[in-house]
């Protein structure tokens, strides 16, 4: 399975961020809870260290020193 993630203003995500992915394609306000919980169809624990395995929907953290572009050393 190959995801692609494309960002508007990636200028704006400099830092570390946390990546999921959710059971529906929406994202709402006031809360985004129409997005769902995080895609989970083998019921496993969150988090990518956990022993029993992680969710499927659970993806790596997305680092980004300001001015290098994600996925250059």
Same mark, same amino acid.
């Given at each position: 399975?190959? *995801?692609?993630?494309?960002?508007?203003?990636?200028? %704006?995500?400099? +830092?570390?961020? %946390? /990546?999921? *992915?959710?059971?529906?394609?929406? !994202? +709402? &306000? &006031?809360?985004?809870? #129409? %997005?769902? +919980? *995080?895609?989970?169809?083998?019921?496993?624990?969150?988090?990518?260290?956990?022993? $029993? +395995? &992680?969710?499927?929907? #659970?993806? &790596?953290?997305?680092?980004? $020193? !300001?001015? /290098?572009?994600?996925?250059?050393?």
């Amino acid at each position: 399975m190959l *995801i692609t993630l494309t960002f508007a203003r990636g200028s %704006a995500l400099t +830092g570390t961020h %946390a /990546v999921h *992915i959710h059971e529906r394609g929406q !994202c +709402g &306000p &006031p809360d985004f809870a #129409d %997005a769902g +919980g *995080i895609f989970n169809p083998r019921g496993k624990q969150h988090g990518l260290l956990n022993r $029993e +395995g &992680p969710m499927v929907g #659970d993806l &790596p953290d997305l680092v980004r $020193e !300001c001015g /290098v572009p994600f996925g250059k050393p």
